[in-house]
């Protein structure tokens, strides 16, 4: 045996150790991508029915921002509606009420005035006269 035939001797050993070791990691990597496609089988079987539901509650609650923004509409419209017809009623009922309750006022004052005693003789400086009622100082 020559150098020659030993150095093929070695080579042939060390590629049959490297191809052994390539089929070996050529198998683990079957074996993991079979373990990575059922993994994503089953993340798929489980996780589309929760897109799904996902997407439902999305659009209800897109229907339901809708409804509440109707009503916040309807809602905004009617306080509009109550603010013009109150200041409406304000501008129709105060002067009225105003004047009314001015008339009630005077009425309440002549009547204090009518209903207190009447003295019958004032002196006015040093003479006696006869009023009908009583004086400006008196009803002040």
Known sequence: MSAADLAAV????VCLAV??????????????LRELRLTVDELRANTLPMVDDLHQTVVKAG?????????????ERITATADVASRLAYRAFAPGLIKTMSAVA????AGR???RPRRRAIEVQ?????????????LR
């Open 10 to 13: 070695v080579v042939t050993i």
């Open 106 to 109: 005077g009425v309440g004052r």
């Open 19 to 32: 191809v052994v070791v390539l089929v070996l990691a050529v198998q683990a990597l079957v074996r993991t």
């Open 113 to 115: 005035v009518i209903a």
């Open 63 to 75: 229907d339901e921002l809708e409804r509440v923004d109707g009503v916040i509409d309807r809602a």
């Open 126 to 138: 040093g003479r006696e006269r006869r009023g009908w009622g009583t004086s400006r100082k008196e």
